[in-house]
């Protein structure tokens, strides 16, 4: 049931507190890395721990975890980058970052109801790398791998390897679909993860459809300043630059996440005029908390990013240990509501299973709705009224005039 008694605001965390870095855990795992190899992210990619054995070097398991690699090796991928791996609590299994990246045994029951499509992009795929599922926007899935494999991926189907890499060919064919749609106004580049591609791959997405002259803005989904933010260079920033408007939208679920270097690689893009804007997944005993969300907004807000989405998360295959009930995400956007500024406070949305797109949630604030007022709580728990006008035509007079403006 969805709370109605007002939270007590939480105490602020500190506005100095230091964020973390790799640098213990890089000394602990990968003392012999030097500063240049630590710092390229090719580097990084190459030494990426991909299976049983290469973790079990690293990390002490637990029993559940060991079986969890194990009975998920032949359903989905595992991946994490050292850099990603060094922010891992070798003496806590409920460490935010190692739960995204280690399965536990939960992951491989696949429950009734769990979706291998959870949005039902495949249904609305008229090229393999377009899903055209909004009249105005299309996503673009432009590579299937990733930097880190995260526990709880909506789209397992594709960075699971069991896709083909996309070829010239079928970038050229999902251009010319964008070409062909006059109503495809933003385009959102995702995967996998777009940053993994070359510059000058990935450039050889943007610069045809910047090109075309509906589309007005892309957006490149990327877990990239999150796992690899090394990737995030002056030279791939200028690039985006190039192209603008591009937004990044990334993907920061737990301030621990927000070290230093991931910092740096969303200030970078800042800098260079591309703005950064995150999304969040709720997770049960992850960041499912009020204070752990705002502080997350927090520290986000102090790296220049915007707390753009908390997501409820998808029906995806295996990651029912994780889910929450949909109640806890409106108790936590209600602690956040008036106790902190409005801009750390992210849009709750859940995604429909099977593609009925998203809907956004918030808690229900209106006690009393008349013809002449409508009465509101407020985030303390006190009555509002607000006088509705006596007047109600809402049309807008010069609208013929401004709509008319590009026929003249
Ligand atoms: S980075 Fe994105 S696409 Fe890749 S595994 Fe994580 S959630 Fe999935």
Redesign the pocket.
């Known amino acids: 049931m969805i709370p109605s008694v007002l939270p007590v605001a939480s105490s602020p965390e500190p506005r100095t507190a230091r964020p973390s870095t790799s640098a213990q855990g890089r000394a602990r795992l990968f003392p012999s890395a030097t500063d240049a190899e630590w710092s390229d992210w090719r580097w990084q990619q190459r030494h990426a721990v991909r299976n049983l054995e290469q973790l079990e070097k690293y990390i002490a398991l637990t029993p559940d975890e060991r079986a969890g690699v194990q009975e998920t090796s032949e359903l989905f ?1 595992i991946g994490i980058s050292p850099y990603y791996l060094s922010l891992i609590d070798p003496e806590h299994p409920f460490c935010p970052v190692r739960m995204q990246s280690i399965p536990v045994r939960a992951e491989a029951r696949i429950r009734p109801g769990e979706l291998t499509d959870p949005l039902g992009e495949d249904k609305t795929r008229p090229e393999e790398c377009i899903v055209h599922k909004y009249p105005d926007r299309v996503l673009f899935l432009a590579i299937d791998t ?5 526990r ?5 189907r ?2 699971k390897g069991g896709e083909a890499e996309l070829t010239k060919d079928q970038i050229r064919r999902g251009i010319e679909y964008i070409q062909r749609h006059p109503e495809v106004r933003d385009v959102l580049i ?4 777009p940053f993994l591609l070359s510059e000058e791959r990935l450039e050889s997405i943007l610069e045809p459809l910047t090109r075309i002259p509906h589309v007005e803005m892309i957006r490149i ?3 990239v300043p999150v ?1 690899l933010p090394m990737r995030v260079t002056d030279s791939l920033a200028r690039m985006l630059r190039r192209h603008a408007p591009v937004y990044v939208i990334t ?1 920061f679920n737990h301030p621990k996440e927000v070290t230093a270097e991931a910092r740096e690689a969303c200030e970078r893009l800042v800098d260079h005029g591309v703005p950064v804007e995150n999304q969040a997944v709720l997770m049960r005993r992850l960041n499912s908390e009020a204070r752990i969300i705002k502080e997350l907004s927090h520290v986000l807000l102090r790296s220049r990013v915007r707390p753009y989405y908390l997501h409820q998360m998808d029906v995806a295959e295996g990651c029912e240990h994780l889910r929450t009930p949909i109640a806890k995400g409106v108790e936590i956007l209600q602690h956040l509501r008036g106790f902190t500024s409005g801009l750390a406070v992210p849009h709750l949305a859940v995604d429909l299973p099977g593609g009925g797109g998203k809907v956004t949630l918030q808690p229900d604030y209106v006690v009393e709705r008349s013809a002449h007022e409508t009465v509101f709580r407020n985030f303390k728990g006190q009555r509002y009224a607000y006088p509705e006008p006596e007047e109600t035509d809402c049309t807008c007079p010069y609208d013929d005039v401004w709509r008319a403006r590009d026929a003249r």
Do not use: F, K, L
Request: hydrophobic share 10%.
């Open positions: 991928r990733c930097s880190v494999y995260c709880h991926c909506t789209r397992r594709i960075t995702s995967g996998g993860d989904g990327t877990r796992c993907h």
